[in-house]
């Protein structure tokens, strides 16, 4: 993390050298003109990650300036949201005059929402006993009186919750309130107002589609849900069991009935749906009764296998979500063989770095 990078008056121009690279990057493609997303030019991240340094009754956040590589001291982070921030300076005070809280502690987790709720993990070199247990309670109580918080302890092969390990987000997309269970350690969008761009773009490109959805690499259902008012049905795998399990209950709390969550690699529904295997996941799930003309992909950073890449050139629309401009490029060679980029977009989910966030919607030429 370059810290000094981080100011809110060259945000503007930071995210426009994003635009040129990206247009640049992908103008062998001929894609329409770019859609940009901005973010919040602070206060962004939902979630923040610190490693956490004692020096004598002193102890204090601090993270790895790579520009100056050097360790440098964190009491405020500015990307964070402005509940991560309240919450860093609230429990250091509490943390610092408590042994049993603070021995080997080497690292503070938080995860936050735009709806008030936040949870911090609290990581140690050393097993957790019952005091570090009594003393975590006294901790969440006193926190209690002014934040909606949960605290979950961890060390090697241990983990303690004192009452939940999950946040539940609220978002509001096209005026309409989605919530989205969001587990500890499990992936999620960190900057919340730009992923509710994302699913509000996702949504518009996608309408008056025809049929069903097949979407993998489903996660918690982020844009299973969101879309699913665009399809009649929409079909969704995902491989990490928290994940589905996180789907399952957003289904369930956004009362939507036309989605169905398949736990299954996408290598492996890939397998499926070319008649390769039989799986037992499968069994009761009618494949063939799906009538899928759009398949929507958000892969992780490595991008789509070969195999699932054929599974994805056969349908007429593409609507890909991409974490990494270069393996979306190196995908991107592929299906342009058989499909146009119809829609080209630039979501802006981590503001000060590198990483860029893009969505393309392709057509069958």
């Known amino acids: 993390m370059n810290l000094a990078a981080m100011d809110p008056k060259n945000y503007g121009a930071q995210l426009q050298q994003k635009r040129i690279k990206l247009e ?16 919040e030019p602070m206060h962004y991240r939902m979630r923040a990650e610190f490693r956490m340094w004692h020096e004598g009754d002193d102890l204090y956040y601090y993270m790895f300036d790579k520009a100056l590589n050097a360790k440098v001291r964190c009491d405020q982070y500015l990307p964070a949201g402005l509940l991560i921030n309240q919450m860093m300076a609230a ?3 509490e943390l610092k005059p408590n042994p049993a809280l603070r021995h080997k502690l080497f690292q503070i987790d938080f995860l936050s929402t735009l709806s ?7 990581l140690y070199h050393r097993q957790l006993d019952d005091e570090w247990r009594e003393q975590a309670i006294q901790l969440k109580s006193k926190l209690a009186t002014q934040f909606n918080v949960n605290i979950i302890g961890r060390a090697r092969k241990q983990k303690i919750d004192l009452d939940k390990d999950f946040v539940v987000e609220s978002l509001t997309v096209n005026q ?4 989205y269970k969001q587990i500890e350690n499990s992936f999620t969008q960190p900057n919340a107002k730009v992923s509710v761009k ?3 773009w996702a949504i518009d490109v996608t309408q008056q589609s025809q049929g069903d959805l097949l979407e993998l690499y489903c996660g918690n259902g982020n844009f299973s849900i969101a879309l699913a008012q665009n399809f009649n049905r929409v079909l969704a795998t995902e491989l990490a069991k928290p994940s589905v399990d996180a789907a399952q209950y957003n289904i369930d709390i956004n009362k939507v009935n036309n989605v169905q969550i398949i ?3 996408a290598e492996d ?5 070319a008649k390769k295997r039989q799986y037992r996941r499968l069994e009761g799930i009618d494949l063939d009764s799906y009538d899928c003309n759009t398949i929507f992909v958000d892969p992780p950073r490595a991008g789509i ?3 699932t890449l054929k599974l994805v050139q056969g349908y007429e629309r593409i609507l890909y979500i991409s974490c990494n401009p270069e393996t979306l490029k190196d995908n991107l060679l592929t299906l342009s063989e058989t499909h146009e980029i119809s829609r080209f977009a630039l979501f802006d989910q981590f503001p000060y770095t590198d990483h860029m966030e893009s969505g393309v919607l392709l057509v069958r030429k």
Do not use: C, K, W, Y
């Open 305 to 307: 296998d070969p195999e």
């Open 198 to 200: 994302m699913l509000e």
């Open 176 to 179: 309409q309130t989605l919530h």
């Open 91 to 93: 429990i250091i005070e």
């Open 24 to 39: 640049q990057a992908f103008a062998d493609f001929n894609p329409p003109a770019l859609e940009i997303f901005a973010s």
């Open 116 to 122: 008030g709720e936040i949870l911090v993990s609290l």
């Open 263 to 265: 736990r299954m690699s």
């Open 269 to 273: 529904f890939s397998d499926a749906m």
